[in-house]
């Protein structure tokens, strides 16, 4: 059997819904920014790497959100209560299928939030070249507005997976969503202050951070091989 196919299967419903919300999320937010920098003359919203980084800023937020409500559904609640005695009886080891798991969902959700950002990203940045509101030179920008995109998109990786981790930890969907919403708080100031000026730095920060999660994955795949069917 095609592990990596099934999950597939089961995860590619996500793609609609998280393309969508972050296509939608990043153009309102960089848009709202760019209006209230137009008419404010505020310093900052005059600037396309804040704009853009303020409206990533955003989208992670609330696509972690739903990352974490996704992951909860097609990952954590698989080893929450009975669910987990029939995930173990499939002929498979128990800590491959679970990383198969995670595996199939970062794919699937990091490159439809991450398409969708550059779709956003790419749109604002020609509509800003052909018929600018900010009437500033933006060709100088484009590798900023990749950088802010991988940073947004590491960053909500991280989130979500570790959110999933504690969710399974405590064997609750609930502190699922609970961890994701503390984590928001604690990494949406930081990320929306150095993706202003400092993109490459924070891409190689999420990335560290992102790979610090890898031995926590392991970790907690080896809890899932000792555990005991109730």
């Known amino acids: 059997m095609n592990y990596y196919h099934f999950e597939t299967s089961k995860m590619k419903k996500i793609i609609f819904p998280t393309f969508v919300l972050t296509l939608l999320s990043q153009l309102i937010f960089t848009y709202f920014f760019v209006i209230v920098g137009r008419f404010d003359g505020d310093d900052i919203l005059t600037s396309y790497p804040a704009i853009i980084s303020l409206a990533s800023t955003i989208t992670m937020c609330i696509i972690s959100v739903y990352g974490a409500v996704a992951i909860s559904r097609y990952i954590v609640n698989n080893y929450v209560g009975d669910n987990r005695n029939r995930v173990f009886l499939y002929p498979i080891k128990r800590s491959r299928l679970y990383l198969i798991k995670n595996i199939v969902f970062g794919c699937i959700f990091g490159l439809s939030q991450f398409v969708a950002l550059l779709l956003v990203n790419s749109i604002f940045f020609i509509g800003e070249t052909i018929f600018p509101i900010l009437d500033k030179p933006i060709k100088s920008y484009w590798l900023d507005f990749i950088f802010v995109?991988?940073?947004?998109?590491?960053?909500?990786?991280?989130i979500v997976l570790f959110s999933s981790f504690i969710g399974i930890y405590f064997a609750s969907t609930m502190y699922t969503v609970i961890t994701c919403i503390i984590s928001i708080v604690v990494?949406?100031?930081?990320?929306?202050?150095?993706?202003?000026?400092?993109?490459?730095?924070?891409?190689?920060?999420?990335?560290?951070?992102?790979?610090?999660?890898?031995?926590?994955?392991?970790?907690?795949?080896?809890?899932?091989d000792k555990s005991e069917t109730l």
């Open 187 to 224: 990494v949406a100031n930081v990320s929306a202050l150095s993706l202003i000026n400092y993109q490459f730095a924070a891409s190689l920060g999420a990335l560290c951070v992102l790979l610090a999660m890898m031995p926590i994955l392991r970790n907690v795949s080896k809890r899932i």
């Open 149 to 158: 995109a991988v940073v947004c998109v590491l960053l909500t990786l991280s």
